[in-house]
């Protein structure tokens, strides 16, 4: 300050001049602040607004839909470090090792925040891991926080990485499986550590203490699955079973613990686990006596009528007991038996109650797991009954959807959830949806495996595409169908990634093959078209589908992962066709198309080959398909594919009386013409002229 007053003193004008630049510099300086706080601002904002976790620094961002794990998490580890324990892993499994499990058995969903179907937990005293499958990645930093790193690797690859100050290694036998277990105790021994079983799980210590509201054990009363829907009474699938026990020498007692297996065996179905069919339950099955373990509150006197409980008739005598006396029981029994069926994926524990070990054979494959997939003719006949109404309540829900984002009314995801429930329910013989509803619309259609909540739920525009994975079990059959929609202008890049979605679709439904084929010796024709242009999907082509059970029932798949459980495919399985194509942050593309399996018909009959019918009856998005990208058959293919539709869902519909969908369907089906026949058309044309002028 004294300088500039010295310097006015000496000259005025020179003075002034530099009290204006400092002025100019203040200004520009001040400026400058304000737009770093503003871009400060903004940059909190955008964390605050973002759909994924940020764990890059000390001030972790964390979005509405994470979980804070960080009390829990400390309480596991005490309890691990008070039993010496330095490495615990929890799977996703149930005592059944079901795929989808009770709400009371997400131990791996409560400790980590990730709530997809496939994962498993890897916690150390100052590290822990999750690990799941690439249709959770994405997921996994929208709901897990910064407690855990991401690993897409396998527990045995984490544990090398630790063990060298580790050596304890424990984990809760009752949800590993007898294979991984093994398998899992090799690697760890190698290491230099021990596995151990602890007694008490902790994260079951943990969720019951008080401080967290555990869900409680199902309790539902079950129902009786009759036989004009099954087709054979439990009474002949006691007898298949039985006449397969007789193939192998000494075999004399078959343990089931397989949920779906025992629901299909006795003609019952129940609703502890959500979406899926099924009850908590094991049994034994011998050459003159069934053993069945269950929670005895949900046997009622129809269940009771339905197994003869109270008859006591040889060699059908059921002896009902509780759930939890199957291990006693099993030790007794198998002690009385030359050989134990019992399956290699059932528990570590189960397996421990064989205690001669001699006397176990282990199934890679069960009788129960692959009869219940070769679906007899009544559970054909029936299922494609199921899927034609399934596809006429989404064919109305479609309809509704378009009408109303085209005319500009309000509707986000929920809605769509709620219009696809609400439209099956109208449907005879409904039971309920078959797996949670699954609404992409834009970039959520990117996650393969999307969940709507409050958090993410977006409104539908015309500007967007819509991913739309739903479906329905029915008292006649359970359906799983995919479609994607748009409802405005597509763009050509969208417009590519479907037809060669559908190209890969309809080259795989299209498909005739040897009986005694694999999927996965099938799997890449759905992807060829897709790996033509440098593009790809991650996830199996295709599951099976339970009779009024599971939705992906084994031990089929279309898929390019061998499986030491999977068959080849046979008639009267139900198998999806659903390739896919996935733009991160842009939009997704899954077409899912229900297939039976049945006999073909050639011109010779030398080889015994098999082919795919649809069951699905939802017509294609024709504005979203570039039929310059597909070939004539192709074509032909989808052209008859909606004719079927029209002589199935349309009837049905007019059956209904519901005139409205009728028309609208016959708008969405209309056959496709191709682009190159219309070149060729003018062409000949053009020769046609040209000759005619030659004449002239």
């Not at 000496?10 to 706080?37: N, R, T």
């Not at 979980?67 to 580890?77: K, P, S, W, Y």
């Not at 401080?211 to 099954?230: A, C, G, K, N």
């Not at 291990?327 to 009385?336: I, K, M, N, R, V």
Request: charged residues 25%; glycine residues 6%; negative net charge.
């Amino acid at each position: 300050m004294y300088y500039f007053i010295f310097l006015f003193k000496i000259s005025p004008h020179m003075g002034k001049a530099i009290l204006v630049l400092a002025a100019l510099l203040v200004c520009v300086a001040s400026c400058a602040a304000g737009k770093l706080d503003a871009a400060h601002s903004r940059h909190h904002r955008a964390r605050r607004d973002a759909a994924v976790r940020d764990c890059s620094s000390d001030e972790h961002y964390l979005p509405p839909t994470a979980t804070d794990t960080t009390e829990r998490l400390e309480a596991v580890r005490a309890l691990m470090a008070a039993d010496g324990v330095e490495i615990y892993i929890v799977p996703t499994h149930d005592p059944h090792m079901s795929e989808y499990v009770a709400d009371y058995y997400k131990r791996r969903a409560f400790i980590t925040g990730l709530k997809g179907s496939a994962g498993t937990a890897v916690i150390m005293s100052d590290k822990a891991f999750v690990l799941t499958d690439s249709r959770y990645y994405l997921q996994f930093e929208m709901e897990v926080d910064c407690n855990w790193e991401l690993a897409k690797t396998s527990v045995s690859d984490i544990i090398h990485g630790e063990i060298n100050t580790r050596d304890k290694v424990g984990l809760n036998a009752n949800t590993y499986s007898h294979s991984a277990y093994e398998s899992l105790k090799t690697d760890v021994e190698e290491m230099g550590a021990t596995l151990v079983s602890v007694d008490s799980d902790y994260i079951d210590q943990v969720w019951d203490n008080g401080d967290y509201e555990r869900p409680p054990l199902p309790s539902d009363s079950l129902d009786v699955h009759t036989v004009q829907f099954t087709g054979a009474s439990w009474h002949e699938k006691i007898d298949m079973v039985r006449d397969k026990m007789r193939e192998e020498t000494g075999v004399n007692l078959y343990v089931i613990s397989k949920l779906d297996d025992i629901a299909w065996l006795l003609n019952l179905r129940g609703s502890d686990i959500p979406y899926t069919p099924v009850f908590y339950s094991y049994m034994m099955v011998s050459f003159d006596d069934i053993w069945w373990y269950v929670d005895l509150g949900k046997v009622t006197s129809d269940v009771r009528e339905h197994l003869e409980l109270d008859e006591l008739t040889a060699p059908y005598i059921i002896y009902l007991k509780q759930y939890d006396e199957i291990f006693e029981d099993l030790e007794t029994q198998s002690a009385a038996s030359d050989k134990v069926w019992i399956s290699m994926y059932s528990s570590e524990n189960l397996y421990e109650a064989i205690t001669d070990e001699d006397k176990i054979i282990s199934l890679t494959v069960t009788p129960v797991f692959s009869m219940k997939a070769k679906k007899n003719e009544v559970e054909q006949e029936r299922s494609r009954q199921a899927h034609i109404r399934d596809s006429v309540a989404l064919i109305s829900a479609l309809h509704w959807i378009e009408m109303e984002v085209q005319s500009g009314e309000y509707v986000d995801e929920m809605m769509v959830v709620d219009i696809c429930r609400t439209k099956r329910s109208e449907q005879k013989y409904f039971r309920g949806e078959s797996f949670n509803t699954i609404v992409g619309s834009g970039p959520n259609g990117a996650i393969v495996h999307y969940k709507v909540n409050n958090e993410t739920n977006r409104q539908l525009t015309t500007d967007d595409m819509l991913l739309l994975d739903s479906g329905g079990h029915y008292w006649d059959g359970t359906t799983d169908v995919t479609r994607t929609l748009h409802y405005g202008t597509p763009t050509e890049k969208e417009k590519e990634a479907y037809t060669l979605v559908l190209k890969g679709a309809v080259e795989l439904a299209m498909t005739k093959f040897l009986k005694g084929t694999y999927g996965q010796q099938l799997d890449a024709i759905a992807r060829a078209p897709l790996w033509n242009v440098g593009l790809a999907y991650y996830h199996g082509t295709g599951h099976g589908v339970g009779y009024y059970l599971n939705i992906h029932e084994g031990p089929i798949t279309i898929s390019p992962y061998a499986s030491s459980s999977a068959e080849p495919l046979d008639t009267g399985n139900i198998i999806t066709d659903e390739p896919g194509y996935y733009e991160e942050g842009h939009f997704g593309v899954r077409l899912e198309t229900g297939l039976l399996v049945v006999q073909s018909q050639t011109k010779h009959d030398e080889a015994d080959i098999l082919e795919f019918e649809p069951l699905t009856m939802v017509p294609f998005e024709n504005k979203l398909i570039n039929t310059s990208l597909l070939t004539q058959p192709e074509i032909d293919w989808i052209n008859n594919y909606y004719d079927t539709i029209m002589d199935t869902a349309g009837e049905e519909l007019l059956n209904q009386d519901n005139q409205d969908d009728y028309t609208w369907l016959e708008g969405k089906a209309q056959h496709l013409s191709s682009s190159v026949s219309k070149r060729q058309a003018f062409s000949g044309l053009l020769i046609g002229v040209v000759i005619m002028l030659n004449v002239i």
